[in-house]
C-alpha cells in the first residue's frame, strides 16, 4: 500500500524514468493503442446499426421507434471521433517518454 502511496506522490518525469515491465522497447503497439481501437470499433458497429435502423425507419418497412436510428448515429459517430482523437495524443504521450527517457540517460552517462 506504501509504494502506490510513493508512486502517486511522485512527479511525472520520475514515473516516466519508472522501469514498466509491461511497456518494454521492443513491445507491440497493442498494448498502446488497443484502448482507442476498441472504442473506434464499437463506434463504427454503433454508426452502421443506426444507419441501418434510420433506413428501416425512414422506409417504413418495419416499426422501428423515431429516434433510435438518430441517437445510434450520434452515438457511434461520437465514439469513433473520440478513438480517432485519440490516436495522435498516444503518439504524442510515447514520444514524449522516449525524449525524457533519452534526455536522462544521457544526463547520468556523464
Known amino acids: 500500500m506504501s509504494s502506490r502511496n510513493e508512486a502517486?506522490?511522485?512527479s511525472p518525469v520520475r514515473r516516466a524514468l519508472q522501469p514498466e515491465p509491461v511497456?518494454?522497447?521492443e513491445s507491440s503497439?497493442?498494448?498502446y493503442y488497443h484502448k482507442p481501437i476498441i472504442?473506434?470499433?464499437?463506434?463504427?458497429l454503433l454508426f452502421a446499426a443506426g444507419t441501418v435502423i434510420a433506413f428501416l425507419y425512414f422506409s417504413r418497412v418495419g416499426r422501428v421507434p423515431y429516434a433510435l436510428g438518430p441517437v445510434c448515429l450520434s452515438i457511434g459517430l461520437m465514439?469513433?471521433?473520440t478513438g480517432l482523437v485519440w490516436v495522435p495524443v498516444i503518439k504524442q504521450k510515447v514520444r514524449q517518454k522516449r525524449l525524457i527517457r533519452e534526455m536522462y540517460a544521457?544526463?547520468?552517462a556523464t
Open 39 to 44: 472504442v473506434m470499433v464499437i463506434g463504427g
Open 23 to 25: 511497456m518494454a522497447e
Open 8 to 10: 502517486d506522490s511522485m
Open 106 to 108: 544521457r544526463r547520468s
Open 79 to 81: 465514439f469513433l471521433v
Open 29 to 31: 503497439c497493442w498494448v
